[in-house]
């Protein structure tokens, strides 16, 4: 066993004992366990917080080798579940770090009991459904939520964002959800299999996804380590909106104010069971439900 004085030595000269300390006495849960997931549990073990909960549900598939921080040649595609192999990272980069696997997807009630147990949540989504639950779980547990995301929008054109939610302004009122994709995952599959006939979109395209590599992927999930770093340390208050824009070389801060009287980070703000979001939880096709495109 290592020498906690030596260990986070180097750690300590950035932010002090306390700041260490701090972390140490911090639970963290992961969810969504894909390349940003991955990406990002090893910064948390190696700045040695007390606990990783990482929650998903899926298994490794070959397309994700090119991303997936911790897969190894020899895990069985298929057989080799994500979150188990997050948590064999988590174990190896640190063992003093508590690291609690659940295989389950966020609709679940093991998913929301992770959540509201734990002090700071990361969430690691494709899609602005689940996003949009998650912010409102975490807003009425009062839990500080960083929500973390990569993108490939055109060719050319690759980042991602961080948005830190701890109650001054949230997904919703900083406009990072689109309704149309929050609807599209909470409707029934009769209805969008109405809408899509309607409309004429095509079923295959709506379930493509787009580009998605490792360095990406690394500098948003480090993002969003820092932040989180700077505020349980001390070090300074984390920034509500980061925007990396690979293609220009920038990181930029958003100074854009969320708007007034969001219903989700303002009215309901810790009043817990009271705003009753495990109500997603009784939608029966939700908790069916994996991907929504």
Not at 20 to 30: C, D, E, F, H, Y
Not at 89 to 106: C, D, F, G
Not at 210 to 218: E, K, W
Request: hydrophobic share 40%.
């Amino acid at each position: 066993m290592d020498n906690l004085a030596d260990r986070y030595h180097r750690n300590e000269l950035l932010f002090g004992k306390e700041g260490q300390r701090k972390l140490g006495a911090t639970s963290t849960v992961i969810l969504g366990a894909g390349g940003l997931g991955s990406a990002l549990a090893p910064h948390l073990a190696l700045l040695g917080v007390r606990k990783i909960t990482t929650v998903d549900d899926e298994e490794l598939d070959t397309t994700n080798r090119n991303r997936f921080f911790g897969a190894r040649d020899t895990d069985p595609v298929p057989g080799s579940a994500k979150v188990m192999i997050v948590d064999r990272l988590i174990r190896e980069t640190n063992s003093q770090v508590e690291s609690i696997p659940v295989l389950a997807h966020l609709v679940t009630a093991d998913a929301f009991e992770a959540v509201r147990n734990a002090d700071w949540i990361f969430g690691c989504f494709d899609e602005d459904g689940p996003r949009s639950i998650l912010n409102e779980l975490c807003a009425a547990y009062a839990k500080p939520y960083i929500d973390v995301a990569s993108d490939v929008p055109t060719p050319g054109v690759y980042g991602g964002r961080v948005c830190v939610a701890t109650g001054g302004g949230c997904l919703h009122c900083l406009g990072q959800l689109d309704p149309r994709d929050v609807r599209r995952f909470l409707e029934p599959e009769q209805q969008l299999e109405v809408e899509d006939r309607i409309y004429g979109v095509p079923k295959g395209a709506l379930g493509e996804k787009g580009p998605s590599v490792a360095p990406i992927n690394g500098v948003v999930a480090s993002l969003a380590a820092a932040e989180f770093m700077a505020a349980v340390t001390g070090m300074r208050p984390s920034v509500r909106l980061l925007e990396y824009r690979g293609q220009e070389a920038k990181v930029l801060v958003s100074r854009d104010e969320p708007q007034e009287g969001c219903l989700v980070c303002k009215s309901n703000w810790g009043k817990g069971a009271a705003v009753d979001v495990e109500r997603y939880l009784r939608i029966g096709h939700l908790a069916q439900r994996r991907h929504r495109p």
